[in-house]
């Protein structure tokens, strides 16, 4: 949900993150211990009982849901690993969040974008890996990643999932929302957490492009959100194989909540002077539209709720803020996902509240399973192999789900293709 916006860097940074913190939390990485007894670990705090748990996991993750016998065999390897958050970032999930979002390498990808209009006459952008269409087979899986608020295929987290699923030999695709990623707006109406239409369009051209792959999807904070409650309400969910949700704030009432309060101010007035700034590039678009809406609200907007009280709400028809975000909340709609699905949260997410989390839902649907770390941020988990600079901790999860997946919907054993120029993560 946080893109890389200077107003955050210019507050936060200089503060919290300075070049001897960096230093000295490198120099802890080599002495640090990579596997720490049971014992050792600090226990989370689970919901539900004993028997909805899976009990066969490292106590710092909470795992649980419907689908835990058929899915946890499949990640039991990362299951059974505890969770390290790395040596001072991981002490903080602003500190997490903030650095992830700054300082986390972002891969250099060459990528060749495709301009879709909508029914509408909108436009939203697919970018996908520059070459792949003579590279890969047609029946290669396609990942199709939806990226947080106001984030695209330019984001750090993005572009660490397109690497590894794509040297993996799947087909990648990014989907950016109307003005995301510099995308062009072709019309005088944006996107929101509610609007379901142009993903259904991206996922009837996809499959209508290749029709002998298996689609399945990756989304994170509101790109994930928006994903759950696609894969609970809509008929075009069935041409999903499977799907993963990451910090999906679930409950958009409760986020909002959180997002207004301490030191989450930051965060949301970085994230509305960011979808303000995309209002901003095309406001001749909205001079003459009249009725409710208040664009200069909009374009000077310093929180979520001043951009969305201004344009949001009235473009989708709604009577308030408040109706907006109520009905905008796939913790609604998990219930009702037939798609494989897993999702992961972390305890501390400063945006996606722990206490959002639909957790009686998941545990009833068979399709569902839920992973909550201790700590991670919002879109941080600066843990594992690759930390700090790395992947996100959820990376090498998440691509062994989903290849699981499609090695089982394909029926073969191992998906490679060692034609591939391998991409440099």
């Given at each position: 949900m946080i893109s890389r916006n200077p107003p955050i860097m210019?507050?936060?940074?200089?503060?919290?993150?300075?070049?001897?913190?960096?230093?000295?939390?490198?120099?802890?990485?080599?002495?640090?211990?990579?596997?720490?007894?049971?014992?050792?670990?600090?226990?989370?705090?689970?919901?539900?009982?004993?028997?909805?748990?899976?009990?066969?996991?490292?106590?710092?993750?909470?795992?649980?849901?419907?689908?835990?016998?058929?899915?946890?065999?499949?990640?039991?390897?990362?299951?059974?690993?505890?969770?390290?958050?790395?040596p001072v970032f991981g002490s903080n999930c602003h500190l997490e969040t903030i650095f992830a979002a700054f300082f986390r390498k972002i891969p250099d990808v060459k990528l060749k974008r495709e301009c879709l209009r909508t029914q509408d006459d909108g436009t939203v952008?697919?970018?996908?890996?520059?070459?792949?269409?003579?590279?890969?087979?047609?029946?290669?899986?396609?990942?199709?990643?939806l990226p947080g608020l106001s984030g695209g295929s330019q984001d750090a987290y993005v572009r660490h999932m397109l690497v590894r699923a794509r040297n993996r030999g799947w087909r990648v695709v990014v989907f950016n929302s109307r003005g995301c990623a510099d995308s062009p707006v072709t019309t005088p109406q944006m996107y929101s957490?509610?609007?379901?239409?142009?993903?259904?369009?991206?996922v009837g051209h996809i499959t209508t492009r290749y029709p002998k792959a298996n689609l399945y999807g990756t989304g994170w904070s509101m790109g994930a959100n928006i994903l759950v409650q696609y894969l609970g309400k809509e008929s075009g969910a069935r041409r999903f194989s499977g799907a993963v949700s990451m910090c999906n704030p679930f409950n958009l009432v409760m986020s909002d909540e959180d997002i207004c309060q301490g030191f989450s101010r930051i965060y949301n007035r970085?994230?509305?002077?960011?979808?303000?700034?995309?209002?901003?590039?095309?406001?001749?678009?909205?001079?003459?539209?009249?009725?409710?809406?208040?664009?200069?609200?909009?374009?000077?907007?310093?929180?979520?709720?001043?951009?969305?009280?201004?344009?949001?709400?009235?473009?989708?028809?709604?009577?308030?803020?408040?109706?907006?975000?109520?009905?905008?909340?796939?913790?609604?709609?998990?219930?009702?996902?037939?798609?494989?699905l897993l999702c992961i949260q972390a305890r501390n997410d400063p945006i996606a509240p722990d206490r959002a989390i639909p957790r009686e839902d998941i545990k009833m649907n068979p399709n569902c399973l839920l992973i909550v770390t201790p700590k991670g941020g919002h879109l941080g988990w600066v843990a594992g192999e690759d930390a700090p600079l790395g992947c996100p901790w959820t990376d090498p999860m998440v691509m062994d789900f989903l290849q699981h997946l499609e090695n089982e919907k394909s029926g073969i054993q191992e998906a490679t293709n060692s034609l591939l120029q391998p991409l440099e993560a």
């Open positions: 210019a507050i936060v940074a200089p503060n919290l993150i300075t070049q001897s913190l960096f230093a000295n939390s490198l120099k802890l990485r080599q002495s640090r211990v990579r596997r720490l007894p049971a014992t050792m670990a600090t226990p989370v705090a689970v919901t539900g009982t004993t028997a909805d748990q899976f009990k066969d996991h490292h106590p710092s993750l909470e795992v649980l849901g419907g689908a835990c016998d058929s899915f946890c065999p499949i990640i039991k390897t990362h299951l059974d690993r505890p969770y390290n958050s790395f952008t697919l970018d996908w890996v520059s070459g792949d269409t003579r590279n890969l087979p047609e029946t290669s899986p396609i990942l199709l990643l957490a509610s609007f379901l239409g142009d993903l259904d369009e991206v970085s994230l509305g002077k960011a979808l303000g700034g995309i209002l901003k590039k095309h406001l001749p678009l909205f001079e003459d539209i009249g009725g409710d809406y208040n664009i200069p609200l909009a374009a000077n907007a310093e929180t979520i709720r001043e951009y969305d009280e201004g344009l949001t709400r009235i473009s989708f028809g709604f009577k308030s803020v408040d109706e907006y975000l109520q009905k905008s909340c796939s913790a609604d709609h998990i219930k009702n996902v037939q798609t494989p």
